[in-house]
């Protein structure tokens, strides 16, 4: 999901939404650490409780979350050829495409953080050292170019190589980290045509006004030079404008586009972080953890 920060997320969403998600609404809305008091245990002296830690655990260490990306890769791979001989085949929606696609060279967009660079140790330092997401310490983990590639994305961004599709990443990590992105994107094996391909926070885009961190002008951007075959991303934002981020709006976007997901939209998996946690909260981050935490177990379902 390019990666949404927090605060130019929500203060340009109350004036939405990111890869962090977030946002990083993106982009990624960036994730959030509870910390409470420490609890004494056998391996740590002082281990705190983390709302993310089972989240970063599964996407690390169960076989699962690996299944999962190769499947939804695998699946992408076998509608290349069939979106690539419909020529009226698009993958922007109808607001987002100002031009006509036909006779444009084809593109898949997609989203870097969570999609197809896997942060979670980031995550993880998070968790070991009680500590938030800050742009100061995602900055640095960007700068170490370490971050590895999600399963099954390689494999398949190389399938869409070969058959002469550009790969375009629309990400929420800020213009800034443009270098040191593209560095770690070639590093692990994925197809950089030129740096035109990164289109991050920031990226200039003529008559459009960008909304936060919202990807609907760079999208545009996008579907000006390019036949857009198909979308991948770990946030709703990736795909399609989020408005209204609350879980009510969320649910009909997908609702209207359900028939898109797994034909022109892939979906990946990414429990850490992400614009649906805020729209639990009323996207206030600025209350206190308590609140905060109160306002999800109030979302739980508990099937009375």
Sequence with gaps: ?????????????????????????????????????????????????????????????????????????????????????????????????????????????????????????????????????SDVTWDLWVAEKKAKAVPGVVAFTKAANARGITVLYISNRATHLKEATIDNLKAVGLPVKSDDVFLG???????????????DCRRRLAGQKYRVLMQFGDQLGDFVQVIANTPSARAELVSRYTNWFGERWFMLPNPSYGSWEPALFNNAWGSPAGERRNLKHDALDLSK
């Design 1 to 133: 999901m390019r990666r949404v920060f927090t605060l130019t997320l929500f203060a340009a969403s109350l004036a939405l939404s990111a890869c962090k998600t977030t946002a990083p609404l993106a982009a990624t809305v960036a994730p959030v650490s509870t910390t409470e008091a420490p609890v004494a245990s056998a391996t740590s002296n002082a281990t705190a409780p983390h709302d993310n830690l089972n989240a970063v655990l599964w996407m690390q260490r169960s076989a699962e979350y690996g299944a999962v990306t190769e499947t939804i890769y695998r699946a992408a791979t076998d509608r290349l050829d069939i979106a690539l001989k419909d020529r009226r085949w698009d993958a922007l929606v109808a607001d987002e495409r100002s031009n006509a696609s036909t006779g444009l060279p084809p593109a898949v967009v997609m989203d870097v953080d969570e999609t197809v660079l896997d942060n979670s140790p980031y995550q993880a330092r998070l968790i070991q050292d009680g500590q938030d997401y």
């Design 201 to 215: 926070l920031g990226t200039f885009v003529q008559d459009c006004e960008q909304n936060g961190s919202e990807k």
